[in-house]
């Protein structure tokens, strides 16, 4: 199972408290970093304890299958959403992107250098357009929501979204991932 580091979650849980009711995150960036993916991204919920979170966004649209859970957010009670799917998205070709980072890489780099494929990897993203087809990956999803405790992050949910690709790569631990990094996520109800 997809868990990303809980002290990164800090965020408000819904009104009355759980996720039994439906909802819609709605962030104001699908990544930080990659002007590409500087557009608007929702992931919404229909609610209970387990069913499909639908992710729309510039990696197309999909659903996860999540479970709802109790969880501990930097020593607080907190609820998350937890996931994984295999979906088709909107990324390059495993082939076109190993083969922009053997050459955008820094030659002088070792071979097991993980910075220097990190940032020819996030280079290579941001010019690299997607595969008319796109591509298969195996999507993780974690969404944290937490009581508000005087929270001034101005966003309601995190969310860690992890694209792993599905094959084989030369890429470190063999697996190709692309880390998006949502931002301005503010909770509809």
Sequence with gaps: MFVPPLAMLGVLLPPDGTLAAALKLTCGRADVMNPNWGVPMTFAYLGGDAGPVTVTGPFGDFSIAVKRSSTSIQG??????????????????????????????????KPDDNDAFLNARDACLQKLAPAPGGADVVAGLRIGLLADKGDSSGEDGFVDLRLKYDAESRAPEGAMTVEPLPAQCVLQR
């Excluded at 998350?80 to 998205?89: E, H």
């Excluded at 909107?90 to 890489?105: F, G, H, S, V, Y």
């Design 76 to 109: 607080e009670a907190g609820e998350a959403l937890n996931g994984t799917a295999k979906v088709r998205v909107k990324l390059p070709t495993l082939a076109d992107l190993e083969a922009c980072i053997e050459q955008t890489r820094d030659p002088a780099s």
